[in-house]
DNA sequence: CAAAAACATGTAAATATTTACATGTATAAA
DNA sequence: TTTATACATGTAAATATTTACATGTTTTTG
C-alpha cells in the first residue's frame, strides 16, 4: 500500500459533520483539508463507490433544476464506528515530511553556490505567502478567536501557523547570514 | 504520476557525492534522507536500472569474499547536468505535509473528548524522541557547530530540528490547557 | 442572451509506493 | 563452529496517486 487508504477515513470524517456529495468532498481538499492532504476527484469518486460497498456510507440523489443529479452521500453507523476506531488508534509513524525544496537544499553543499540565493528568496516567497492565506483563513473562519465546537480545525490552523512562521524566520535568518558573507 | 519522480534527482544526489550501491541507497533512506524522503529497497533496484538506460549512471561490478557480487553505480556526465537542471528549476508546489495525527485532530471537535489526551501525549512523545535523534545526528555530524563543505545537509537538519521543538512546544502547551479546562 | 465559470460525475492510463515473496553471501558474535 | 545479523539484489502483487480523457448542467456575469 501506499499509505494505508488514509482518504477513506477523511472521506469518513467529513461526512460524519455534514452530508456531502463527491464535489463537495473533492472541493474540501482544495481549502481546509488541502493544508494537509491532497486528492483529485479521480481518486475520490471511485472510493466513495467502495464505501457504500463496504456500507460505511450511503446516498440518495437530489435532482438541480431540470435534470443535474447529485449523490448525497451520507455516512452510515458502520461508517461511524469505523472512522471512530481509526481515531482511537495509536499513530505512531511519524511520516517522512516530503519537501521538495528540502530534498534541493540537501545537494547544495557550499553557500557560495548561486542557485542558493534564488532557491531561497523563492522559497521565502511562497511561505510568507502560505503564511498570510492562514492568517486570513484563521481570522475568517475563527473571527472571535474561539474554537467553538471546532477545536481540531482551530488547533490545525494553528499548527500550520506556526509551522510557516517558524519555517519563514529560518529562511529569512538564512538569507540574512548568506547576503553578509 | 505520483509525485514527479523525486526519488529519481534523490538517486543522482547521492551519486554526485560518492559512488553507491543499491543498497547503501536504500541505508541512505533509513538514516540523513529518512528525515524527508522515504523509498524501499524494490523502489530503488528497478530505478537504478532505469536511470543506466537513461545513461544517467554506469555501474561496474566489485566481488566481495568469493563471489558476493555488489553493482557499485556512479553518475555519468549526462546525470550530472540532469541533476543539476533540477537543482535549477523553480520548486513552486509546497506540498502538503502529510501528518496523520493532523489528520485525526481535524475530527476531534471539543476539548472533552477522551480521545484527544491520548492522541497528544502519545505524539508528544513521538516527536520529543525524533528531537532528540536529530540533535544527536547535528552532534555526531557536525561537532564543531560548523557545516564544512556539507551546508545542505547542516541546514536541513537545522531545519528539522527547529521543527520539532516547535511541534513539540505546540503539543506541550496545548496539554498543558487542555489539562486546566 | 451569450459566454464564462462553477457545478457535477465519471473512466482510463501512467506512474509511484508499499508489502510480500525470493534468494544467497559475508561477517561478527556466542 | 554454528548462528544470527548485516550485506546484497532482485521480482510480483496490491494499492495509491496523478494526469488526462470525457461529458453534461446550472448559475453568474457582462
Given at each position: 500500500?501506499?499509505?494505508?487508504n488514509q482518504?477513506?477515513?477523511?472521506?469518513?470524517?467529513?461526512?460524519?459533520?455534514?452530508?456531502?456529495?463527491?464535489?463537495?468532498?473533492?472541493?474540501?481538499?482544495?481549502?481546509d483539508?488541502?493544508?494537509?492532504?491532497?486528492?483529485?476527484?479521480?481518486?475520490?469518486?471511485?472510493?466513495?463507490?467502495?464505501?457504500?460497498?463496504?456500507?460505511?456510507?450511503?446516498?440518495?440523489?437530489?435532482?438541480?433544476?431540470?435534470?443535474?443529479?447529485?449523490k448525497?452521500?451520507?455516512?452510515?453507523?458502520?461508517?461511524?464506528?469505523?472512522l471512530?476506531?481509526?481515531?482511537s488508534?495509536?499513530?505512531?509513524?511519524l511520516?517522512?515530511?516530503?519537501?521538495?525544496?528540502?530534498?534541493?537544499?540537501?545537494?547544495?553543499?557550499?553557500?557560495?553556490d548561486?542557485l542558493?540565493?534564488?532557491?531561497?528568496?523563492?522559497?521565502?516567497?511562497?511561505?510568507?505567502?502560505k503564511?498570510?492565506?492562514?492568517?486570513e483563513?484563521m481570522?475568517?473562519?475563527?473571527?472571535?478567536?474561539?474554537?467553538?465546537?471546532?477545536?481540531?480545525?482551530?488547533?490545525i490552523?494553528?499548527?500550520?501557523?506556526q509551522?510557516?512562521?517558524?519555517?519563514?524566520?529560518?529562511?529569512?535568518?538564512?538569507i540574512?547570514?548568506?547576503?553578509?558573507?
Open positions: 500500500m501506499a499509505q494505508r482518504l477513506k477515513f477523511i472521506i469518513l470524517g467529513l461526512l460524519s459533520e455534514n452530508d456531502l456529495t463527491g464535489y463537495d468532498i473533492t472541493k474540501a481538499f482544495e481549502s483539508i488541502g493544508e494537509f492532504w491532497s486528492a483529485n476527484h479521480s481518486q475520490i469518486y471511485p472510493l466513495l463507490k467502495r464505501l457504500e460497498d463496504e456500507q460505511l456510507i450511503s446516498h440518495k440523489l437530489e435532482v438541480v433544476g431540470e435534470k443535474l443529479e447529485k448525497l452521500y451520507s455516512i452510515t453507523q458502520s461508517g461511524k464506528e469505523v471512530r476506531q481509526w481515531l488508534e495509536p499513530t505512531p509513524e511520516s517522512a515530511t516530503k519537501d521538495e525544496f528540502i530534498l534541493k537544499l540537501y545537494f547544495i553543499h557550499t553557500a557560495d548561486p542558493l540565493m534564488p532557491m531561497l528568496t523563492e522559497q521565502h516567497q511562497l511561505h510568507e505567502a503564511l498570510h492565506h492562514l492568517q483563513q481570522a475568517k473562519k475563527f473571527p472571535d478567536h474561539t474554537s467553538q465546537n471546532n477545536l481540531g480545525h482551530f488547533l490552523l494553528q499548527h500550520a501557523i509551522r510557516e512562521t517558524r519555517y519563514t524566520a529560518w529562511l529569512v535568518d538564512l540574512e547570514k548568506i547576503k553578509t558573507d
